[in-house]
């Protein structure tokens, strides 16, 4: 059983681009976590999605970013326009239960954006 | 608003001296508890989680943590470790209805 893929696993970019991350859950998993890991910094919650739907999407800049988990194919997190602050470790995570039930949460190795 | 601490961003310790790495949260409703490791450049594992029962739970590699509901702690420990605990160490809550929420981490460090 596969698990949580992630590709790129390292994308390059200059400012002003487009950065996409993909994120294919584990099989039979419906629930995915984006987080975004900064320099020295912990895990911070970008965003948590089901299929066709974002559940929480606190944890998201308001502008330039977006998520999206179509009912087919992998969980898209989009940077837009992105600047060197974006530089990071992104994560995707799936589970198979909701945070109510104490779903654990399975983690890809993550995709290193770095913006020159 | 959940929150949690991990006191100590780097624990530097010898081959085979035992270890504990502190974490402490804060959290007006009942929480599930975890600890995951990450070794360089790789993602996530889970080490132990503690979701309700014992208070004292157990990794299939000989850390063990235990839930101190008076004290808000879920400190991690290890009696002796090894070189190949060298990674970083993510304390997380995971409140019954919200998502998972990581500590800052801890770098072990293990020397020989």
């Known amino acids: 059983n596969a698990g949580v893929m992630q590709n790129p696993r390292h994308l390059v970019r200059r400012r002003g681009q487009e950065a996409r991350l993909r994120c294919s859950p584990m099989?039979?998993?419906?629930?995915v976590y984006w987080y975004r890991q900064l320099p020295e910094e912990g895990l911070k919650f970008m965003v948590y999605?089901?299929?066709?739907?974002?559940?929480?999407e606190s944890g998201m800049p308001k502008e330039r970013f977006s998520a999206e988990f179509p009912k087919e194919g992998p969980s898209i997190l989009r940077i837009q326009q992105v600047v060197r602050g974006d530089s990071a470790a992104y994560f995707c995570?799936?589970?198979?239960?909701?945070?109510?039930?104490?779903?654990?949460?399975?983690f890809g190795e993550g995709s290193r954006l770095t913006v020159l | 608003a959940q929150s949690v601490t991990q006191l100590d961003s780097q624990v530097p310790v010898f081959e085979e001296a035992p270890v504990e790495l502190r974490c402490n949260y804060s959290s007006s409703v009942s929480v599930y508890l975890f600890w995951y490791v990450q070794y360089p450049n790789q993602g996530l594992q889970l080490l132990l989680k503690?979701?309700?029962?014992?208070?004292l739970v157990e990794s299939i590699n000989g850390f063990e943590a235990e839930f101190n509901k008076s004290q808000t702690s879920f400190h991690l420990r290890k009696p002796s470790v090894h070189i190949s605990d060298t990674a970083e160490y993510f304390c997380a809550v995971h409140p019954y209805t919200d998502k998972l929420i990581f500590g800052t981490g801890t770098r072990l460090q293990v020397f020989p």
């Open positions: 995570a799936s589970s198979s239960r909701g945070p109510r039930r104490g779903g654990e949460l399975f």
């Open positions: 999605l089901q299929k066709e739907n974002i559940i929480d």
């Open positions: 503690y979701l309700s029962g014992s208070t």
């Open positions: 099989k039979g998993h419906s629930h």
